[in-house]
């Protein structure tokens, strides 16, 4: 059982920063990768980025990438998500992800990952 709670969201205007937390309670011995997505309505959640947790090899989406900084803070069970340069589409709900599994091919699948936090909100007003 693992729990994961977001925050740091919050309505910045285009070309501004966040940092989104992520906290992990539980076992979570057993994390092979953490994860951000992001939801807007009428979309699939999309892949933002994502973090083996112990070599610290990250993974970032085309559409953030050189935008965003994922990190961890292996002491505190914590995922951090520096973004930056905002854009109006970055709006959505980001939800942390943990994966338990390594022998998925590919970190940027949803449904590969095991546990899910309850999101935050995230909106860039233009």
């Known amino acids: 059982q693992v729990q994961l709670v977001e925050s740091g969201g919050g309505l910045v205007q285009a070309g501004g920063s966040l940092r989104l937390s992520c906290a992990a309670s539980g076992r979570t011995f057993s994390s092979y990768a953490m994860g951000w997505f992001r939801q807007t309505p009428g979309k699939e959640r999309e892949f933002v980025a994502a973090i083996i947790w112990t070599s610290g090899s990250t993974s970032y989406a085309d559409s953030v990438k050189g935008r965003v900084i994922i990190s961890r803070d292996k002491a505190k069970n914590t995922v951090l998500l520096q973004m930056n340069n905002l854009k109006p589409e970055d709006t959505g709900v980001y939800y942390c992800?943990?994966?338990?599994?390594?022998?998925?091919?590919?970190?940027?699948?949803?449904?590969?990952?095991?546990?899910w936090g309850q999101g935050t909100q995230v909106t860039v007003s233009s």
């Open positions: 992800a943990q994966r338990e599994s390594g022998t998925y091919g590919s970190l940027r699948t949803p449904n590969s990952y095991d546990y």
